[in-house]
């Protein structure tokens, strides 16, 4: 009896003991939670103990790559379900521009080039498997030279444009001279020329747009004036041209101008670029050149460069005759002057038109009855929607000297300034305090993320992509030559704010979340997602959005995301399932607040029936 008493004793000794600990973590808790949360700030010796006493186990997360990294400690979170790799021939899948369904659709106006998702039923819930070989690209600026072979495994181009010096293949890299179809001796001398007219080098000139990019040489040459372009290309028989660009570093989508509007915002950038893009800007009643006219800021300038420019030195070498390249030209100059574009020079086969500040040193303009207005309300409003053959409105404005919609300031003084957009009143409910209390907000988050994943700020991530942008806080915090950032606006925000993101010296592009990126596999090196799911929550799968960030992330990308402990909860077992590495952190404000942050890993692994690292 007396031992069973004994052992009876022990028990309660080590329940009471189980207690004390137990009470004792919660006290020290929420004592810690007090002390961050700005009362008591002179209590020196709460916030030590809170330091020592750490209740919360969080599993270590390395974002070194995989040839550093030692055995990890198994997740403490059981996945909701693993995700298989997909067969190998989906190792380059682009969900919206599959060949395979692409053909299925009238070639009239590239319409078969442009968006045509899958359904819900035909979607992959897969992993999409990296090649064999894969490797991480080459460092900045290396990478706008160089491509391992292995990340894209495509030769066509190093024959189809020899001459051209687009690309180059060399030993187990693809070597990119910066040649172009139009500028076959190196970019810089194509853009030397180009910036004796066009102001490039005081900051007037920050964002532009290349239509019909091949592999972004232009965009890439910019990088270094301080110029950001936004690049689109085709899925065609120039295979894999915008899986390059995104490898070499240089922002791009895939994407055409054909029978929707382009995915920007009105008034966006401040150059628009065709160098022998193919495009036929005078048919359709001009419909293309209305389109770039739309997204071409008031005082922007579009370059046209090739056929039919300076026809008459060069329709032998074009293969076409006089007559063709005479009414092309003509066409192109007619309705140039109906969008009241002043030509401001043409050198050999280029030639450069400036948009009008506004409409009132617009003589044209002032007869409406020559040109057909668009009569749509919201000018930003363009996902899916048809191009027409009118023209865009700008705002007006009271004086001939004013720019219509209120002038920005040269880059790098307009990413903080406050956005004409604002300032004006044109975004409901966002004032100029609203939008500095945002960037503040911002620096203050990516203070935090830097201080858990080392490499934010050094530019191990090149390409980075935030899901849910809103006024691009987050990419003007992180702003630097060694990334750049994709700002993707949700088509059902609340606010459409892309057009101030512009007006920052940012680039970004509308999106909706339920369907997959106009971009190939494995392209960004970091996605950030703020409020992303809690957004799309019962609009579409949070598995569907889960694997197209897999998709478009690179093996040992990162992910951040931001959003309520609840939702976070969800996505971090999922994102187990997909041999992510996860790791759920407090607020910055402290673990009373319900917002949380999840950091990911995204594991190497390759095709091939090879298995994790």
Excluded at 404 to 423: E, H
Excluded at 535 to 546: F, G, P, T
Aim: proline share 7%.
């Amino acid at each position: 009896m007396a031992v069973k008493a004994s052992s009876a004793d022990n028990r309660t000794r080590s329940t009471v003991s189980l207690c004390i600990v137990i009470g004792m973590c919660c006290f020290f808790y929420i004592l810690g939670a007090w002390q961050k949360s700005g009362f008591g700030k002179g209590d020196s010796i709460a916030l030590e103990i809170t330091k020592r006493t750490d209740c919360t186990i969080l599993p270590n997360l390395s974002f070194d790559t995989h040839l550093a990294k030692q055995a990890r400690p198994r997740d403490l979170v059981s996945p909701a379900k693993k995700f298989k790799p997909c067969p190998d021939r989906y190792t380059d899948y682009t969900p919206c521009q599959d060949q395979n369904r692409a053909m299925k659709f009238p070639r009239e106006n590239m319409n078969y080039r442009e968006r045509h998702c899958p359904p819900q039923k035909e979607k992959l819930h897969c992993l999409i498997p990296p090649p064999k070989g894969y490797v991480a690209p080459f460092p900045w600026p290396k990478s706008r030279d160089y491509v391992p072979f292995a990340n894209c495994p495509y030769k066509s181009l190093t024959v189809e444009k020899a001459i051209q010096n687009w690309v180059q293949f060399e030993g187990n890299v693809f070597r990119f001279p910066g040649g172009g179809t139009q500028f076959p001796q190196g970019a810089d001398k194509y853009i030397d020329q180009l910036a004796s007219v066009v102001p490039i080098a005081n900051g007037t000139v920050r964002t532009a747009l290349d239509t019909g990019c091949g592999v972004a040489s232009w965009g890439a040459y910019l990088l270094k004036r301080n110029v950001l372009a936004m690049s689109f290309a085709p899925r065609d028989s120039h295979e894999a041209q915008v899986q390059f660009a995104l490898e070499r570093g240089v922002p791009a989508v895939i994407g055409v101008l054909g029978t929707i509007k382009l995915p920007y915002p009105s008034r966006a950038f401040d150059m628009a670029h065709c160098s022998r893009c193919l495009i036929p800007w005078g048919a359709n009643g001009g419909i293309y050149m209305m389109e770039v006219d739309r997204v071409l800021r008031p005082g922007g300038y579009w370059v046209l460069s090739g056929p039919p420019i300076n026809w008459k030195v060069n329709y032998k070498g074009w293969q076409r005759t006089k007559k063709d390249l005479e009414a092309e030209q003509n066409k192109i100059e007619e309705i140039a002057d109906l969008l009241c574009w002043e030509k401001v020079k043409e050198i050999g086969e280029m030639a450069i038109w400036r948009k009008r500040l506004n409409t009132e040193s617009c003589p044209s303009r002032q007869d409406e009855s020559s040109v057909q207005m668009c009569d749509s309300t919201n000018a930003d409003d363009v996902w899916y929607k048809k191009m027409k053959p009118c023209v865009t409105p700008i705002p007006d404005v009271n004086d001939p000297s004013e720019v219509a919609g209120g002038a920005i300031k040269p880059f790098p003084s307009r990413l903080n300034a406050v956005p004409p957009r604002i300032a004006n009143g044109l975004i409901p409910g966002v004032s100029s305090q609203a939008y500095q209390k945002d960037n503040k907000m911002w620096k203050k988050h990516v203070k935090a993320y830097s201080s858990v994943n080392k490499y934010l700020l050094t530019g191990r991530y090149r390409n980075i992509m935030d899901m849910n942008a809103g006024f691009g806080g987050f990419a003007a915090a992180i702003e630097s030559p060694k990334s750049w950032v994709m700002n993707v606006v949700p088509t059902i925000s609340k606010m459409s704010t892309l057009g101030a993101i512009y007006e920052r010296g940012l680039i970004g592009i509308y999106h909706d979340w339920c369907e997959a990126f106009s971009t190939y596999p494995r392209t960004y090196d970091l996605i950030h997602a703020s409020g992303l799911f809690t957004l799309y929550k019962n609009k579409c799968n949070m598995e569907d959005i889960l694997l197209e960030m897999d998709r478009v992330l690179r093996p040992e990308g990162a992910v951040i995301m931001r959003d309520d402990v609840d939702i976070l909860t969800k996505v971090n077992r999922l994102a187990l399932g997909m041999k992510w590495n996860t790791r759920l952190v407090d607020h910055e404000d402290g673990p009373m607040v319900r917002e949380k942050v999840l950091y990911a890993v995204k594991q190497y692994w390759v095709g091939g029936n090879q298995t994790a690292a």
